[in-house]
C-alpha cells in the first residue's frame, strides 16, 4: 500500500547492525559480545497488535479539549488494559506544541544523533517509495549498522511501531466509516520519533511485546490528539 507523502516530515528515529565471528577468531570480549545480533528481525510487538486496537477503538480521545490530559487519560487507559506503566513525558508535550522539523528534535535532545540519520534516510525513502518498500529499507539500513543488543531491540520496536500505524490507520484509524486511509509521511515520522525516544527512556518488567504495544498506543494517541493524522 502506498503511503500519501503530504504531511510536512516533522519527527523520526532508529538503528542496528548484526554480524558473526568465525570460531578461529582470538576469543570475543565482553564488549564485543555485546554486539552479536540474531539475523531474525521480530514482529513480535506488530502481531500482537490486536490487543491494543479492542484499547483504542473503545477510547473516546480528545472530549476534553486539553491535549496533555487527553494524552494523560489515553496512556491511563493502555496502561490499565495491557498491564503496563509507560509514563508521559515533557517531549510529548513539545512534540504536541512544536510539530517542527526533525533537526529541531535533534537540537532538543528528543532523538540521537544516530536517530537522526536513519530517520531522514526512511522519510527520503517515503517520498519516493511504497510505505512497504521503505520499510524494507528502513530494515536493511538498521541492520548494517554495528549498535548493541539494546539498540537494536529499541529500533525494531520502532520498525513495528511504524508497521502498527500503517496497519492502524489503513484500517479507518480514528475516524470511524474510513477505511482505506494510510498514514501519512509527516505522521510515520513523528510517531517513530515518538516511539524512540520513549522507548530509550522507559523499563518495563512486564514480559512479552506488551510494553512496546503500550508505547505504540501512546504514540497513535498524541497522533490523534495533537497532530491532525488521518
Known amino acids: 500500500?502506498?503511503?500519501?507523502?503530504?504531511?510536512i516530515l516533522t519527527l523520526l528515529t532508529i538503528g542496528f547492525l548484526s554480524f558473526s565471528c568465525s570460531k578461529k577468531?582470538?576469543?570475543?570480549?565482553?564488549?564485543e559480545n555485546n554486539y552479536l545480533k540474531s539475523e531474525s528481525f521480530s514482529t513480535e510487538v506488530y502481531d500482537n497488535r490486536d490487543a491494543l486496537y479492542a484499547t483504542l477503538n473503545d477510547m473516546n480521545l480528545g472530549e476534553t479539549g486539553d491535549n496533555h490530559a487527553d494524552?494523560?487519560?489515553?496512556?491511563?487507559v493502555i496502561n490499565e488494559d495491557l498491564?503496563?506503566?509507560i509514563e508521559v513525558y515533557s517531549f510529548d508535550d513539545y512534540m504536541m506544541d512544536n510539530?517542527?522539523?526533525?533537526?529541531?528534535?535533534?537540537?532538543?535532545?528528543?532523538?540521537?544523533?544516530m536517530d537522526h540519520d536513519i530517520i531522514l534516510g526512511f522519510q527520503q525513502n517515503l517520498e519516493i517509495h511504497s510505505f512497504d518498500e521503505a520499510i524494507d529499507l528502513l530494515i536493511e539500513d538498521i541492520e548494517s549498522r554495528q549498535l548493541s543488543t539494546e539498540e537494536f531491540e529499541k529500533y525494531t520496536k520502532m520498525v513495528n511501531a511504524l508497521m502498527i500505524a500503517e496497519d492502524f490507520y489503513n484500517n479507518g484509524g480514528w475516524q470511524s466509516g474510513k477505511t482505506a486511509?494510510?498514514?501519512s509521511a509527516g505522521?510515520?515520522?513523528?510517531?517513530?520519533?515518538n516511539a524512540v525516544a520513549t522507548l530509550s527512556l522507559s523499563s518495563c518488567a512486564v514480559p512479552g511485546p506488551w510494553c512496546a504495544v503500550a508505547v505504540v498506543g501512546k504514540g497513535l494517541s498524541l497522533a490523534g490528539v495533537a497532530l491532525s493524522c488521518p
Open 71 to 76: 494524552l494523560v487519560h489515553a496512556v491511563s
Open 187 to 193: 505522521c510515520a515520522v513523528a510517531l517513530a520519533s
Open 99 to 113: 510539530p517542527v522539523s526533525l533537526d529541531e528534535y535533534l537540537s532538543e535532545g528528543i532523538i540521537s544523533d
Open 1 to 7: 500500500m502506498d503511503i500519501r507523502v503530504n504531511s
Open 25 to 31: 577468531d582470538k576469543a570475543t570480549t565482553e564488549e
Open 83 to 85: 498491564g503496563t506503566n
Open 181 to 183: 486511509a494510510s498514514i
